[in-house]
């Protein structure tokens, strides 16, 4: 269970913000420097990182295990549950890239610059299943939204070889395997733009802004109710006039899907949210019980640092 939200603001800036869903809170705000060596679980094949990150992940024995992050060229990427819609590989192809599920938005983040850069290279990377790797891991059902300073939007999905690329106009992707189902329903929400396919980059608005006689989302935290609720609220709300202001209503739309703790009813809960403003490259991270957003920006200077950081966080109210 996650959420993950495009919006454009009226200066033409960005802010890419998600809800990760999750039994406990695992990762938390991590930088990353240019030139980073890791190595990856499947094969041990040796990676250099060209571009600095700065993101929410965990550091593991040979790599970092990044959910969502930005590098200092503007790409973000994010990794989402994918409700059982995976289908890895068993045998790596020649000159291919063989990576675990998890370590695909790191690579991505540490070797390109831009969405057109990922599906220029997406053909010659496969996910590989864990049953045959050096270090062994289980296979989790992933999948992954991808943007850029241009506001192009898109979803990788490993359902087949090469990863399917989808175009998403809608600036909402959720966990469900059929992300072409889930827009079949908008039509009961809204009415969409009928010149919506044709856009090459997410606009501000899907929809004619006619609400009648139309439903209202239900509360549900399905990944088809969260998806719905956010796309309604996305486009009911104000369009911001910069990334500040953007900033704001990301996180007040994000208050739809988050998922509060229920254990007697669901394993997962809303462990942190997080927003990313696409050019400034600054970072805001909550987590559930501190209810106060870090903030933190991949400036020129930070890119230049030599060393991997970890940020400490307290995942507690704190009123001073």
């Not at 990863?163 to 106009?169: G, H, R, T």
């Not at 997410?202 to 399905?222: C, E, H, M, R, W």
């Amino acid at each position: 269970m996650c959420t993950t939200i495009l919006q454009t603001a009226n200066d033409g800036s960005h802010v890419f913000s998600r809800t990760m869903d999750w039994k406990s809170l695992q990762a938390g705000p991590i930088f990353v420097p240019r030139d980073f060596k890791w190595q990856s679980d499947f094969n041990n094949q040796n990676f250099k990182n060209k571009y600095a990150i700065l993101g929410t992940g965990k550091k593991r024995q040979f790599e970092i295990d990044i959910s969502d992050g930005i590098n200092e060229r503007g790409l973000s990427v994010q990794k989402l549950t994918f409700s059982h819609g995976a289908i890895l590989d068993k045998q790596l192809s020649d000159n291919h890239i063989g990576l675990a599920p998890f370590e695909l938005p790191f690579y991505l983040l540490g070797m390109y610059g831009s969405v057109i850069e990922v599906l220029q290279n997406i053909a010659d990377i496969q996910l590989m299943v864990g049953e045959n790797a050096v270090r062994k891991y289980e296979n989790p059902h992933l999948h992954y939204a991808l943007t850029d300073e241009t506001g192009r939007f898109i979803i990788l999905e490993p359902n087949q070889s090469p990863l399917k690329v989808i175009e998403n106009n809608y600036g909402v992707v959720t966990n469900a395997v059929n992300f072409a189902n889930q827009v079949q329903q908008l039509a009961d929400y809204l009415n969409v733009r009928s010149d919506l396919a044709e856009q090459k980059m997410l606009p501000q608005k899907i929809s004619d802004g006619s609400f009648a006689a139309k439903k209202v989302p239900t509360s549900a935290y399905t990944p088809t109710g969260r998806f719905l609720r956010a796309v309604y609220y996305r486009e009911r709300a104000d369009v911001a006039q910069d990334e500040t202001e953007n900033i704001i209503s990301s996180w007040h739309i994000l208050n739809s899907v988050v998922v509060p703790k229920s254990k007697n009813y669901q394993t997962n809960y809303t462990v942190y949210r997080v927003a990313y403003g696409v050019e400034s490259r600054r970072y805001f991270f909550e987590s559930y019980n501190s209810l106060k957003p870090i903030q933190l920006r991949l400036t020129n200077e930070m890119a230049m640092r030599k060393s991997l950081k970890i940020y400490e966080i307290a995942d507690r109210l704190s009123l001073d």
